[in-house]
């Protein structure tokens, strides 16, 4: 497809073990073996922990007609079971619920009345078949001295460009609180669309771009096919929001980039998107529709997840230089007020963002000019004074300047944004006026951005080999960004974010080869920001 501005994503289709070492619950070993059931093929997962409750969910397929996507195949009574042990003999609540194809047989059930803090297991059947075992566990109570929150943080998981070993990796980790996915879970493209420096390492299905309701039901059936993402689901409740390309790329209200006139009406295909996703994810749906919602982890945290794609304005162009139009907005009204609200409003030590799109405001002014496309296209970063390809925050500054005066005006302390979508490594003060903050130091927040699970990063689109040419890039983002205190632009996985009374680290961990489905990983980098400062320093390791 021809896009009609430059943008990020455009570029990177035309380019073309420390934290592993943990053992995984006995208990969850049969998880991933669930796929050996054929009824079972798309594993189990649990999400959204409450402190009184949970929601579980998986996919059955009762009959070899009844493919995800195909509409065929009969209504069926599924029994789910949760208990304390392994063996189920403690099942402290269980029942039964009906799935079709009217909603692809998927199941979602909202389970009330258990315990806070407290590791369940789960499991399905079918016809007297069962599901493999899935662990969970439930959230503090609300007012809970909690001392700690453990997260993997993951983006941007493309199966095209590769093998999800940085599932595998966090999977295989026994300290974990759960996984946040704060975007990119799946990807639009057609087959050869966008894959690894150009190449496909494992075709999409369907083989075209997805734009109808099947479409979308089958690919979100691929990824969780693939034993690594099950092996997480299975082992960790999630926190999900989605970016764009669980649409297409570089969403919004009203569009997107990857949609074309010929591809039909817009809001048919968005309707599409949504529907496949509540019914694949394990996340829970407003009484709106809204997928933005907040979670607490005793007095500790608070985390608030973002819809960064449903209600913005399109993002500006090269020529229009108007990114900080105040009628423009990233959020939204309400949910703008549902943050700065929650964020002023809440007792908990640590305001946790789970974050989309980078907020930290970034010039590439001083970059040599060849990392000038790539950069810009693949972040969404200014390019002097004008808005390049503005998909990130910095493409609606008079919204960021609402969000950080908020915090400043209400003296809001420890505000931590956990981001993706930018396929690089990222830590960073978030200044409350870039342009003073040489001087001054004034930060409103912190930033950790976590890197690509698979997707093309800087590397790849220049395809040089890693750790060679990037490397100025970086010194040079980081002269002209003082803010800036980490950048990494060339590697792949995953990081850990680890919460206690006294700061919030961040370890960043990268694979050695994304195209083999055995990589392995290695510990890189860990930053840190200390109660009540608003900065990030360097700390010597990673978390124990």
Not at 147 to 165: E, H, I, M, P
Not at 385 to 403: C, H, I, K, P
């Amino acid at each position: 497809m021809t896009p009609t501005t430059p943008n990020r994503r455009v570029l990177l289709k035309s380019a073309a073990v420390a934290g592993g070492a943990l053992l995984v619950p006995a208990a969850i070993t049969t998880a991933t073996a669930a796929a050996a059931a054929p009824q079972f093929a798309h594993g189990v997962a649990s999400g959204d922990p409450l402190p009184d409750g949970i929601l579980l969910w998986t996919r059955v397929t009762p009959t070899p007609e009844s493919t995800p996507g195909s509409g065929a195949g009969p209504t069926v009574q599924v029994r789910w079971e949760v208990a304390t042990d392994t063996g189920f003999a403690s099942v402290v609540q269980s029942g039964a619920t009906t799935t079709g194809p009217d909603r692809d047989h998927t199941v979602k059930v909202a389970v009330g009345g258990l315990n806070p803090a407290t590791t369940y297991y789960y499991r399905f059947t079918l016809d007297g078949v069962r599901s493999g075992t899935g662990r969970t566990r439930t959230a503090p109570a609300v007012n809970a001295d909690v001392t700690k929150l453990r997260l993997g943080l993951v983006s941007c998981s493309n199966w095209q460009a590769g093998y999800f070993s940085a599932y595998r990796h966090l999977a295989a980790r026994t300290d974990l609180d759960g996984v946040l996915h704060v975007g990119d879970y799946i990807y639009e493209y057609q087959v050869g669309g966008y894959g690894a420096r150009g190449v496909t390492v494992r075709p999409h299905d369907p083989t075209t771009e997805i734009l109808s309701l099947s479409d979308y039901r089958r690919r979100h059936a691929q990824y969780k096919t693939d034993p690594d993402l099950q092996a997480l689901h299975a082992g960790q409740p999630w926190f999900i929001t989605w970016d764009d390309h669980e649409y297409a790329n570089d969403t919004w209200s009203g569009g997107a980039e990857n949609h074309q006139p010929n591809e039909g009406d817009w809001n048919v295909r968005k309707a599409n998107a949504r529907q496949a996703y509540f019914e694949w994810m394990p996340v829970r749906q407003g009484a709106n529709g809204e997928i933005y919602r907040r979670f607490r982890w005793g007095k500790l945290a608070e985390l608030s997840l973002l819809d960064l794609r449903s209600y913005r304005s399109k993002q500006v162009t090269a020529s229009s230089g108007n990114a900080g139009d105040p009628s423009r907005t990233i959020t939204g009204d309400p949910q703008m007020e549902w943050l700065k609200s929650g964020l002023s409003g809440t007792d908990a030590r640590w305001k946790l963002v789970g974050n989309s799109v980078m907020i930290t405001p970034i010039s590439l002014g001083s970059v040599e000019s060849k990392f000038l496309e790539a950069l810009g296209s693949l972040l969404g970063l200014p390019i002097g004074s004008v808005a390049a390809n503005a998909d990130a925050w910095d493409g609606y500054t008079a919204d960021r300047q609402e969000l950080l005066g908020h915090l400043k005006d209400n003296k809001v302390k420890n505000t931590v944004f956990l981001t993706g979508d930018i396929h690089s490594s990222w830590g960073a003060d978030v200044p409350i006026d870039r342009s003073s903050y040489w001087y001054n130091g004034n930060s409103a927040a912190v930033e950790f951005v976590t890197t690509s699970v698979t997707s093309d990063n800087i590397d790849d689109i220049l395809k040089v080999d890693p750790r060679t040419v990037s490397v100025a890039a970086e010194a040079a983002i980081q002269v002209g960004n003082l803010h800036v205190r980490y950048v990494e632009l060339d590697s792949h996985g995953y990081s850990v974010v680890d919460v206690n009374p006294q700061r919030v680290q961040t370890d960043w961990y990268y694979l050695a080869d994304r195209t083999n489905p055995t990589s392995t990983v290695r510990y890189a980098k860990s930053l840190a920001t200390a109660d009540g400062s608003q900065k990030v320093k360097s700390v010597s390791g990673p978390v124990a």
